[in-house]
């Protein structure tokens, strides 16, 4: 059985108090059998795993640096992370390939650095409106997983789970429809299983992002290769970010 999987990414909002806030809120919420994780402010992760010390909410990283340490302004490594109990980050956030120019060289070095100093990554990837309009989104998924976590050895993957976002759903209000993310999601499976049969393809959870609301989490949810969310924009209101938990269970 796959693992259900909500992650909350809250990008770059809520201050302390706000963050304080927002944890107590969910702290109230129902767990269900879903994984539920949530992404705070670098700043702020110490300060959310401790108010989530007996929790089973997950917190975990936006990001993280491909090198160990050193002089390197700004950056968060993966031992400083551990360091302080945090085990699991995103890697290749459509924001982080726009703003900050990652590209798949990078999150391939990302990728394999983070997974062999004993993390696990959500990686993100998904074509831009330009790529869907002309026909070219699963060509163009592909390379991005080709150029990236398809060249990892097997062993790698056991610490992998994968998000497909639509560059064009992303804070957009715009979803792509359950259909369509079942589409790609049976074919990002059908390109892990090509490359290393279906006992890994199989448990490997593929997530949707791209304006996950209460309204249509359900329906998305439902379809067979979607294993869950990455949720921003409505992971930063406690219910509805309940509601989109439970709409998993
Ligand atoms: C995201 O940033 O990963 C995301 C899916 O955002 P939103 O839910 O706001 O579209």
Same mark, same amino acid.
């Given at each position: 059985?796959?693992?259900?999987?909500?992650?909350?990414?809250?990008?770059?909002?809520?201050?302390?108090?706000?963050?304080?806030?927002?944890?107590?809120?969910?702290?109230?919420?129902?767990?269900?059998?879903?994984?539920?994780?949530?992404?705070?402010?670098?700043?702020?992760?110490?300060?959310?795993?401790?108010?989530?010390?007996?929790?089973?909410?997950?917190?975990?990283?936006?990001?993280? /640096?491909?090198?160990?340490?050193?002089? !390197?302004? &700004?950056?968060?490594?993966?031992?400083?992370?551990?360091?302080?109990?945090?085990?699991?980050?995103?890697?290749? /956030?459509?924001?982080?390939?726009? /703003?900050?120019?990652?590209?798949?060289?990078?999150?391939?070095?990302?990728?394999?650095?983070?997974?062999?100093?004993?993390?696990?990554?959500?990686?993100?990837?998904?074509?831009?409106?330009?790529?869907?309009?002309?026909?070219?989104?699963?060509?163009?998924?592909?390379?991005?997983?080709?150029?990236?976590?398809?060249?990892?050895?097997?062993?790698?993957?056991?610490?992998?789970?994968?998000?497909?976002?639509?560059?064009?759903?992303?804070?957009?209000?715009?979803?792509?429809?359950?259909?369509?993310?079942?589409?790609? /999601?049976?074919?990002?499976?059908?390109?892990?299983?090509?490359? !290393? &049969?279906?006992?890994?393809?199989?448990?490997?959870?593929?997530? !949707? &992002?791209?304006?996950?609301?209460?309204?249509?989490?359900?329906?998305?949810?439902?379809?067979?290769?979607?294993?869950?969310?990455?949720?921003? &924009?409505?992971?930063?209101?406690?219910?509805?970010?309940?509601?989109?938990?439970?709409?998993?269970?």
């Amino acid at each position: 059985m796959r693992k259900k999987i909500v992650a909350g990414n809250w990008k770059m909002n809520n201050d302390l108090d706000q963050t304080i806030l927002l944890i107590e809120e969910l702290k109230k919420n129902q767990i269900t059998k879903v994984n539920v994780m949530i992404a705070p402010s670098s700043l702020f992760l110490k300060t959310a795993k401790d108010l989530l010390e007996d929790s089973p909410i997950e917190v975990i990283s936006q990001n993280v /640096h491909q090198k160990s340490n050193g002089a !390197y302004t &700004g950056e968060v490594s993966c031992d400083m992370l551990k360091n302080i109990g945090i085990s699991t980050t995103l890697i290749g /956030h459509s924001e982080r390939r726009a /703003h900050f120019n990652e590209n798949d060289f990078v999150l391939l070095e990302k990728v394999k650095f983070a997974i062999d100093s004993g993390m696990n990554i959500i990686f993100c990837f998904g074509e831009q409106l330009k790529d869907r309009k002309s026909n070219k989104h699963f060509d163009v998924v592909k390379s991005q997983l080709e150029n990236t976590v398809l060249k990892l050895n097997s062993d790698f993957w056991k610490n992998i789970i994968l998000a497909y976002e639509p560059v064009w759903a992303i804070g957009t209000g715009e979803t792509a429809s359950a259909e369509q993310a079942q589409e790609m /999601h049976e074919f990002v499976r059908n390109c892990i299983s090509k490359s !290393y &049969g279906d006992i890994v393809s199989d448990k490997v959870s593929i997530l !949707y &992002g791209g304006s996950v609301k209460p309204s249509n989490a359900i329906e998305i949810f439902s379809k067979k290769d979607v294993d869950g969310g990455l949720i921003g &924009g409505a992971s930063l209101v406690a219910s509805d970010f309940d509601e989109i938990v439970k709409a998993n269970s």
